[in-house]
């Protein structure tokens, strides 16, 4: 929790740097701080923990993946789906950790990337590296990016730009799409 809150203030202290007009100085330290998270995210894994790798792809048959996955984590994963805001007990989700794919456990996000956009969706400001392909979605007409695991191919949701500095990312997360693993030692 105190990496959190380390976190936190680092990114506070870069916001309040650029509203006070000194954003150039403050810029270089809060992507230091994303980039660490991009490459320390196992720190927050058990020894013990059981994830994937991104490679081999896996790659099942429908009547294999029905299996798998409960109905509404195969509309959201497999049908390109959308869960109801507000539904997921991911979005209270606080304990240190890291949030794996629901169709194969491939690390996505640490719980230092996680923030709370209001919208009823978990919300991250960047991932793990590597975990994600995107393509353009214009299901609603305008053009949207979508993100699916690079592992299995699971639909997770789509990339906005309206995100918290400095990335300006808001990768928005359907919850049913993710598996929370908890840093062994937290509550």
């Excluded at 202290?13 to 490459?39: F, H, T």
Aim: net charge positive.
């Amino acid at each position: 929790m105190q990496r959190r809150g380390f976190i936190q203030g680092m990114l506070a202290a870069g916001i309040w740097s650029a509203i006070a007009g000194r954003a150039g100085a403050a810029q270089p330290a809060n992507m230091k701080v994303i980039e660490d998270l991009q490459k320390n995210w196992k720190m927050l894994l058990a020894s013990s923990a059981n994830v994937a790798s991104p490679t081999p792809a896996l790659t099942l048959s429908k009547d294999e993946w029905r299996k798998r996955l409960d109905k509404m984590q195969y509309n959201v994963l497999r049908e390109e789906g959308t869960e109801r805001a507000g539904t997921s007990p991911l979005n209270n989700e606080k304990r240190a950790g890291v949030f794996a794919c629901a169709g194969c456990n491939l690390p996505l996000f640490t719980s230092d990337m996680k923030y709370e956009s209001g919208t009823g969706w978990p919300s991250f400001f960047t991932t793990i590296p590597g975990a994600f392909g995107t393509k353009k979605d214009y299901y609603l007409f305008t053009p949207r990016t979508e993100y699916h695991c690079i592992k299995c191919g699971g639909h997770h949701g789509h990339l906005f730009d309206d995100g918290p500095p400095p990335t300006r990312q808001r990768w928005c997360n359907n919850g049913v799409a993710l598996k929370f693993i908890p840093k062994t030692g937290t509550a």
